[in-house]
């Protein structure tokens, strides 16, 4: 099993910035795509930023020039840095990883997606 952990969520103005990490742990051989969705009151979630374990990037449009995405992968980390924000980018933000593991059952690999349980992000006017 695999276990995403989430923090540096928070209240800020707008205007001000956060920074989110989340660390991956458990039966782990490799992380590929990691990344960061949201999801607001009444709103579907949606992209933030995604970052293959080669360090590819992927911005959602309403995000790109206000945040970057990085990872080590040592660590098993993915890293959000928020700048600039505004009371629309307020919601629950959730990490997501594409995770190899090894089967102690079958001895073979298989990849499966997670999500962490979510931080909150709030930003006033």
């Known amino acids: 099993q695999v276990q995403l952990m989430e923090s540096g969520g928070g209240k800020v103005q707008a205007g001000g910035s956060l920074a989110l990490s989340c660390a991956a742990s458990?039966?782990?051989?490799?992380?590929?795509?990691m990344g960061w969705y949201r999801q607001a009151p009444g709103n579907q979630r949606e992209l933030v930023a995604t970052?293959?374990?080669?360090?590819?990037?992927n911005y959602a449009d309403s995000m790109k020039g206000r945040v970057t995405v990085t990872r080590d992968n040592a660590k098993n980390t993915v890293y959000l840095q928020m700048n600039s924000l505004k009371p629309e980018d307020t919601a629950v933000y959730y990490c997501?990883?594409?995770?190899?593991?090894?089967?102690?059952?079958?001895?073979?690999?298989?990849?499966?997606?997670?999500w962490g349980q979510g931080t909150q992000v709030s930003v006033s006017s």
């Open positions: 970052i293959t374990s080669s360090g590819t990037t």
């Open positions: 458990g039966s782990i051989v490799r992380t590929n795509t």
């Open positions: 997501n990883a594409d995770v190899l593991s090894l089967s102690s059952h079958s001895g073979g690999y298989f990849v499966r997606n997670y």
